[in-house]
């Protein structure tokens, strides 16, 4: 059970910058109950977005609301995971040779590719929540997104390959097992209780990590940690994109 509990603190820890005032111990039983909770995680910080539409649903307009959901979902996770998306974006962008591509992975300056991605997925984000909100959809789909997408990251943690033999995402690989990934599915049951058109959702899902983990094997030859962080962010946008034209066009 200690092992659980520090496992939480430390997904909290990695995902998050919720304040967690425990140094908490990294080791294998950690690690792995880390991996497990981070739909646990995802669903915090949607909760945490849900209740702040709830409260602030009539009192502020529509784009305003938005806007703060937006600027709280990036605040939550510090923007760790868009960092990946920069990262992977300037590689990409570069068209250069593989070797030339992770060092440009690695540069911790900003290219051009990098800031038209993050503004792009900003922009693309705020105003997929702003159509969301107008159409009137239920809040839980802001609980079910954060949860889906930091589930599609241990997923893809436990059946992409790495691309070296170091770094974060070789780290966790290496405590992770197929039995995780089904556990890591336990805290969405509550989903799949609740929200019309999960299935949808988890198949959008599962449909965005074959083509992105496929895509980036061929770029990279597997994954690292900001592909990782990347994939969070992208398949946050892809759910929610589903998720609007689902209520748009299918329960309207």
Known sequence: MKGMGYGLLLACQFLTRLPVPVACPWTPVTRRWALRSYPLVGLAIGVLL???????????PTPLLALV????????SGGLHLDGVMDV?????????????????????VGSFAILALVFLL?????????????????????????????????LLCLAPCARREGLAWTWRQDLERRDLLL???????????????????GALLAFLLVYGGGMTRAF??????????AIEGGELW??????????????
Not at 89 to 109: C, F, H, T, V, Y
């Open 221 to 230: 030859t597997g994954i690292n940690g900001d592909i990782v962080g990347a």
């Open 69 to 76: 959901l937006l600027s709280l979902w990036v605040a939550l």
């Open 184 to 202: 890591a599915l336990v805290p969405l049951a509550v989903l799949f209780a609740l929200l019309p058109g999960w299935p949808l959702l988890l």
């Open 123 to 155: 922009a693309w984000k705020g105003m997929l929540v702003w159509a969301l909100l107008n159409a009137g959809a239920s809040l839980g789909v802001l609980v079910a997104v954060p949860a889906l997408a930091r589930f599609g990251a241990v997923a």
């Open 89 to 109: 974006a300037d590689a990409l962008g570069s068209n250069a040779p593989l070797a030339r591509r992770w060092e440009i992975m690695k540069d911790p300056q």
């Open 239 to 252: 759910l929610l994109l589903i998720a609007w034209s689902w209520w748009s066009f299918v329960t309207a």
């Open 50 to 60: 849900a209740a702040f539409a709830a409260l602030l649903g009539d009192v502020l």
